[in-house]
């Protein structure tokens, strides 16, 4: 079985006074829809898992450490995360991928350390704009999911995300059948390497400028179980629209 999960990624977005949202969410959650979840700043995991009180509301960190504490000014445990409220932790988005040179070989390695202390990995992979333009999209998913996930990688422990870089905050989003045509891509390779069962079952997200006004019609795609939200998380009534839809879909 294909879990469909809404995962909102708030980047480096929100205060305190943004939980608000919070309480404007957790009445319109049901467990009986898809997975919610949230993955706000560090700064506001642990309040927000509060607000959230074990409901149909789930948490997640945007990034995790290798090791588990030491030496690391500013970086971020994934047991650190998981004590804060954290089942979840986004690992290899574009942004740290091109803001801190994150390679596949790091963010398989804060895969395991995610797994290690109980958290499933939402893995990113995704295109530039000259990767799609050169003809090469596929090959660069390939290489992606390869050097990003572990050989012990399971739909259960790993969800993985396709975000094409330039669709991401841009308002711009793939054809519908640019989106199949990599999910599809991405289902066959999974089950290859995993194995057909497990292949099957991974819960694979579209991430990239993602409304309540185009959800619906990505969700019809072959192939696409969620979506994984930047700007349109930071509202409460966007997010849910967008849930709502995956619950429909
Ligand atoms: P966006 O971001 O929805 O704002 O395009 C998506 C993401 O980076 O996860």
Redesign the pocket.
Request: proline share 0%; hydrophobic share 30%.
């Given at each position: 079985m294909v879990t469909k999960i809404a995962a909102g990624?708030w980047?480096m977005n929100g205060l305190a006074a943004s939980l608000d949202e919070i309480d404007l969410l957790l009445p319109q959650l049901n467990p009986a829809g898809a997975l919610a979840i949230l993955c706000p700043p560090a700064t506001l995991l642990a309040q927000m898992a509060a607000r959230a009180d074990g409901g149909a509301l789930l948490l997640g960190g945007q990034d995790c450490h290798v090791a588990t504490s030491g030496a690391h000014t500013g970086d971020i445990s994934a047991a650190m995360l998981r004590d804060a409220g954290a089942q979840f932790v986004?690992l290899g988005?574009?942004?740290r991928r091109s803001d801190h040179n994150e390679n596949n070989a790091d963010v398989a390695a804060k895969t395991r350390a995610a797994w290690n202390n109980k958290l499933t990995a939402i893995v990113?992979v995704g295109e530039t704009e000259a990767e799609r333009d050169a003809g090469v999209t596929l090959q660069i998913i390939a290489e992606q999911l390869e050097g990003s996930l572990p050989d012990e990688t399971t739909p259960q422990n790993t969800v993985i995300?396709y975000?094409p870089v330039w669709?991401?905050?841009?308002?711009r989003t793939p054809t519908l059948n640019q989106i199949a045509e990599v999910h599809d891509f991405m289902r066959s390779a999974l089950s290859t390497r995993f194995g057909e069962t497990s292949g099957g079952d991974f819960s694979l997200l579209y991430?990239?400028?993602?409304?309540p006004g185009n959800a619906a019609d990505i969700f019809a795609v072959s192939n696409v179980n969620g979506a994984?939200?930047?700007?349109?998380?930071l509202k409460a009534s966007d997010f849910i629209a967008i849930w709502n839809s995956l619950s429909a879909s």
């Open positions: 990624n980047k986004i988005h574009s942004e990113c995300a975000e669709a991401i905050g841009t308002g991430g990239g400028s993602v409304k994984l939200i930047g700007g349109a998380s």
